[in-house]
């Protein structure tokens, strides 16, 4: 799994290509939010478009991340989550939680709503 990493507008954008999946992966993306959380950067997107497969850690790392940064006014949305993450999203009931748009720009301008 690669992460990139960049602002837009005072939001952190992470983009995430392959799968989001136990062990590594899981590791490299909880680091890369608690970074972000640590440095008091609570605005957060992520982006998933590149991404297959979610599998149960990786869920728990983006409920965490996003409790965190709610916990401190901010918050974390998904971009484009593919048709089989979408359906585990659902199948677990994350779909009333976290906020999902379809592009970059559209999660970021959710901030300034």
């Keep these: 799994m690669e992460i990139s990493h960049h602002q837009q507008s005072g939001v952190a954008i992470l983009r995430i290509r392959g799968d989001i999946r136990r062990g590594d992966p899981t590791d490299q993306l909880k680091s890369a939010i608690d970074e972000l959380v640590d440095q008091g950067q609570v605005k957060i ?19 965490r991340g996003h409790t965190r940064t709610v916990e401190r006014s901010g918050g974390l949305r998904l971009v484009n989550p593919s048709k089989f993450a979408m359906q585990t999203l659902k199948i677990v009931g994350l779909l009333n939680i976290l906020s999902i ?13």
């Design 45 to 63: 997107v992520l982006n998933v478009g590149e991404v297959n497969m979610i599998d149960s850690t990786g869920i728990g790392i983006i409920v």
């Design 101 to 113: 748009a379809d592009t970059e720009e559209v999660a970021v301008a959710s901030y300034a709503e």
